[in-house]
């Protein structure tokens, strides 16, 4: 990183200009350091940093992603949704846990023929993380991204944790393995028996905005979610000019003509 990269953050506020010694700002970007240090703690900012909830606000584009938890009845599977986002082309993203990839093969496959779908893995049983110490946790998490890597030669890079709990070892395990951790910053809550599809439309008419990430279920738990989605995509979203795109994107692109 250059000196400049490194002033440019800490020191703007103090207002150094181009005629400044490159000593003066080596000190500075020194103190800008400790102050760094001092304020956030290397804890609390290197762990925080690595949790994904959303992604830049200055770009018209948000992600449907869909978790593929096990389940213990049923289908396991919204045939009937994937249908419609591969029919219409709508870009999403899938968490697979490993559980549901050994029973789901053939599914496993569909959904990585298709090419504007990204996946990631959601752990190998669906644990609770935090209760979990660091081996067992790296074990969840590990499984999972080796088997789709050894039976589907897929390396993913995305990882969803179960229940969207995590904590700082999981932060940690999942920075070692080369991962992103995503979670959501807008709930659907499409596995709710009580919710209609009009309940859920509204909590995301409020809710959802340029960078949202919004979370839905492809196992066949969410009871609305195909015409959801059919009706945000078709409506909401065009409305508000959002375009859906995968976690992906919605990261390390921001087409340019979307982000003005
Ligand atoms: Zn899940």
């Given at each position: 990183m250059t000196i400049d990269a490194l002033s440019r953050p800490l020191t703007g506020g103090l207002g150094y200009t181009d005629g400044m010694s490159v000593r003066s700002m080596r000190v500075l970007s020194g103190i800008g350091m400790l102050v760094w240090i001092w304020s956030c703690g290397p804890d609390q900012g290197q762990a925080q940093a690595q949790?994904?909830?959303?992604?830049?606000?200055?770009?018209k584009t948000v992600a449907l992603t869909f978790d593929l938890c096990p389940v213990r009845t049923g289908s396991g599977y919204d045939e009937s949704l994937i249908k419609l986002l591969a029919e219409r082309q709508i870009p999403a993203t899938f968490f697979m846990s490993g559980k549901w990839m050994a029973s789901h093969q053939a599914q496993v496959r569909a959904l990585l023929d298709v090419p504007f779908f990204d996946v990631g893995t959601h752990g190998?049983?669906?644990?609770?993380?935090?209760?979990?110490?660091m081996e067992r946790q790296r074990m969840e998490i590990e499984r999972a991204v080796t088997m789709l890597e050894s039976n589907y030669h897929r390396r993913a890079l995305l990882f969803r944790p179960p229940y969207g709990e995590d904590d700082d070892t999981t932060v940690e395990v999942v920075r070692t393995l080369g991962l992103r951790l995503i979670l959501w910053n807008v709930v659907s809550g499409d596995p709710d028996p009580e919710l209609t599809q009009e309940a859920i439309e509204a909590r995301l008419t409020q809710t959802v905005r340029s960078g949202s990430i919004i979370v839905f279920h492809a196992?066949?738990?969410?009871?609305h979610t195909r015409a959801v989605v059919e009706d945000l995509t078709a409506e909401l979203l065009p409305k508000r000019g959002l375009k859906p795109v995968t976690i992906t994107e919605l990261l390390d692109h921001c087409p340019a003509d979307s982000a003005r």
């Open positions: 949790v994904i909830r959303s992604g830049p606000s200055t770009c190998q049983v669906h644990a609770h993380l935090p209760l979990l110490d196992n066949g738990r969410g009871r």
